[in-house]
């Protein structure tokens, strides 16, 4: 999923492919989600040694204002309940 906006620790994020286009984004395309009640992790490609590190909300790179340099997100949930999010940057 990639995420589109940010604010007050939540992010939205939708399935559709921004790369494409960013129109048609509706309800049944996006979710919203409070980071801090997962375990972030954050892959940073632009790291040579460690890529995988702890992350945080910080962390995040929004469509808004990155377009198409968001953050790509991976989120488990078990039992609606949050367990972990993998972020891409």
Do not use: W
Request: glycine fraction near 8%; proline fraction near 1%.
């Amino acid at each position: 999923m990639s995420t589109i906006n940010k604010k007050d620790g939540i992010i939205k994020v939708t399935t559709q492919n921004l790369r494409e286009s960013d129109e048609g984004i509706t309800l049944e395309n996006t979710e919203s989600y409070v980071v801090g009640q997962f375990k972030v992790s954050l892959y940073d490609s632009s790291k040579t040694n460690q890529k995988v590190s702890a992350g945080s909300y910080d962390d995040i790179k929004d469509y808004k204002h990155f377009g198409n340099e968001c953050t790509k997100v991976v989120v488990q949930v078990g039992y609606g309940v949050p367990r972990s999010m993998i972020l891409y940057n």
